[in-house]
């Protein structure tokens, strides 16, 4: 678990989900498309208390954040988890407020995934758990910002493992698309190797409309100093193999 604001990189290259130097360079012709996900992943508790780490840590990020997203009209950012983010709206000033809402609701350069108070293990806990986190932050932003603002990708990159049972509430709470990240890392491979990071999960099997448009990270939900994936966090969380 990391504390940050970080940047996702997807590479899509014809054709797709192939994004080695070989396939870059293979024909003149073919064009790498790159795209930085700007996005937060702030674990409410962990190593420090959530008071500690918002005045250690995530009161900065958002700071800086809001300074460069007002400075430059191009920037676009994720906010993941309401539970840090309605700790720095409610000492934002009225100036911030404002500027945020015409950013989130009017030029659509802010966007809220996921949205729950925290992002909700789906491995550990029950199903109630993760309704509670989701309908709380939800709730939130609905009083604050109204129904547009609510999120409509599902956001579980830090969970250990994925279930069809959140896929299935994610569903019925609106949600029509997914994005997700730890999943064996042999699975991840074969993914890779078989250009399949992005399906429709199928949940159920009891109607057509139970699928969930899903988006696998090619490799981690951040980049290292370099622009690669940092090795050491490769092996921390996929083990040897991943080196």
């Known amino acids: 678990m990391i504390l940050a604001s970080c940047l996702l990189l997807l590479l899509m290259v014809l054709p797709p989900c192939k994004a080695t130097e070989a396939a870059v360079h293979s024909k003149p012709s073919e064009a790498l498309e790159v795209h930085l996900v700007p996005h937060t992943h702030a674990d409410l508790c962990w190593k420090e208390t959530m008071e500690g ?6 009161k900065s990020i958002y700071d800086t954040t809001f300074e460069a997203l007002a400075a430059n009209q191009s920037l676009k950012f994720n906010v993941a988890e309401v539970g ?7 000492q934002a000033s009225e100036a911030q407020q404002s500027s945020f809402k015409r950013m ?5 350069r802010i966007e809220f995934v996921g949205g729950g108070y925290s992002q909700p293990d789906e491995a550990a806990n029950d199903g109630h758990a993760l309704v509670r986190s989701l309908t ?3 709730a939130w932003i609905k009083r604050t910002f109204g129904a547009d603002a609510l999120p409509t990708v599902s956001w579980s990159l830090d969970p250990f493992g994925q279930t069809p049972t959140a896929m299935s509430l994610f569903k019925q709470m609106g949600f029509t698309d997914a994005v997700i990240d730890r999943i064996p890392y042999s699975t991840k491979e074969d993914l890779v190797d078989a250009e399949a990071l992005e399906f429709y999960w199928r949940f159920r099997d009891e109607s057509p409309s139970d699928l969930m448009f899903t988006h696998v990270l090619h490799a ?12 050491e966090i490769d092996r921390l969380y996929w083990g040897p193999q991943a080196s």
């Open 84 to 90: 840090f983010f309605r700790k720095w709206w409610e």
């Open 53 to 58: 780490y918002f005045a250690d840590k995530v």
């Open 104 to 108: 989130l609701l009017d030029e659509k």
């Open 136 to 138: 709380e932050g939800h």
């Open 220 to 231: 981690f939900y951040h980049l290292g100093r370099s622009g690669r994936v940092e090795p």
